[in-house]
T-cell receptor, first 113, second 114 residues
């Protein structure tokens, strides 16, 4: 049983560009959350998707957007990249809103130069 | 706003010693989670604590939850080098929609010295 799959694993982008990160949730999970983890920091909540809708959002600008597809997979889009967007982006999936915990993917390491 | 604080932030300890990591949070919640993260890696779930007084143990690690004090502890017994990692606690914040999201603590970077 595959866990949470994220792609790509590493990515280098130039300031001002746009990036799309992808996440396939664990089988049986219908909720996907995205987190940004800067070096040496704890994960910061970006947003959560359930039933193809953004249900909650953290303190991130509108440059960060997402989508959830009917198969529960999800994308995170970041526009107008800034150097400060360099981080590990983690996707976590769960059943029904996360009541019984989340399974995290291995993350995408984004470097903005 | 829900805040989650851990202490200490850094912990260097000798093999064979015992120590406790503390996780304090600022609002009512009866669900708390502990994760381990190795450098450059993702988060590994260690414990899920779902009620006041919950205690769970796995190997040399034991976690407990006191929802009245808004405090969870992660106790390390007879530490070994393999336990070196960063440990995060996370508390659920329940939104009005009924869904849950985690607020992570600041993390405790543990280094076990041989």
């Amino acid at each position: 049983d595959a866990g949470v799959t994220q792609s790509p694993t590493h990515l280098i982008k130039t300031r001002g560009q746009q990036v799309t990160l992808r996440c396939s949730p664990k089988s049986g999970h219908d909720t996907v959350s995205w987190y940004q983890q800067a070096l040496g920091q704890g994960p910061q909540f970006i947003f959560q998707y359930y039933e193809e809708e953004e249900r909650q959002r953290g303190n991130f600008p509108d440059r960060f957007s997402g989508h959830q597809f009917p198969n529960y997979s999800s994308e995170l889009n970041v526009n107008a990249l800034l150097l400060g967007d360099s981080a590990l982006y983690l996707c976590a999936s769960s059943r029904t809103g996360g009541l019984y915990g989340y399974t995290f993917g291995s993350g995408t390491r984004l470097t903005v130069v | 706003e829900l805040k989650v604080e851990q202490n200490p932030l850094f912990l260097s300890m000798q093999e064979g010693k015992n120590y406790t990591i503390y996780c304090n949070y600022s609002t009512t919640s009866d669900r708390l989670y502990w994760y381990r993260q190795d450098p450059g890696k993702s988060l590994e779930s260690l414990f899920v604590l779902l009620s006041n007084g919950a205690v769970k143990q796995e190997g040399r690690l034991m976690a407990s939850l006191d929802t009245k004090a808004r405090l969870s502890t992660l106790h390390i017994t007879a530490a070994v080098h393999d336990l070196s990692a960063t440990y995060f606690c996370a508390v659920d914040g329940r939104a009005t929609s009924g869904t849950y999201k985690y607020i992570f603590g600041t993390g405790t970077r543990l280094k076990v010295l041989a």
